[in-house]
């Protein structure tokens, strides 16, 4: 893996986008009408400029798989921030589902420790056609890694199943779970 730049930006979206368009937990930000894939670029796009400002951007070497990882301590609100904050409602979200989103994210943030130095893995994806290869797999044992030696541990939730069982073969703790109409579920990764 390496670390993505700029240019790297919609080989980064691409992934994501594909590999999160029937996601619960994506769906239930993005506002759902005609313009679905839009939207859900829309979110990958922010997600990729957060973690690009406050976090790391990873690509695989093959470029078929990508993680966003953001390190919440080191988030600070600029006008470029507000601007994409405000760029997210009004292209993604939408007004009318603003409270939710907000209730949500707020909810989420409370099952989260204390410490705001957290290594917290937002996103990791895979092309579709590349899923069940080991690409996924290999990119977060190198995520761990990272994680390892900055000694931060690793937070995610998840709100797909199937990923359940990964994510504890890879030695996270499931701690939390929570009903949105969906399930999310919470785990970490304590690095000693």
Known sequence: MRNATLNDKSAVVRILSQSFQDNKSVNYIVRQDERIVDRIRGLMEYSFHCCLDFGRVFIAEDGNACALVLFPDRKRTSLSSILRDLKLVFKVIGLGA?????????????????????????????????????????LIEEVLLEASRMNRPVYLETSTERNLSWYGGLGFELYDQLDLGYQLYFFRKRMH
Do not use: D, N
């Not at 204390?114 to 579709?128: C, H, K, M, Q, T």
């Open 98 to 138: 603003l409270l939710k989103v907000i209730r949500r994210e707020s909810l989420i943030k409370r099952r989260y420790t204390a410490s705001r130095e957290v290594y917290y893995l937002w996103f990791i994806g895979v092309l579709p056609e590349w899923q069940g290869r080991g690409s996924g797999t290999q």
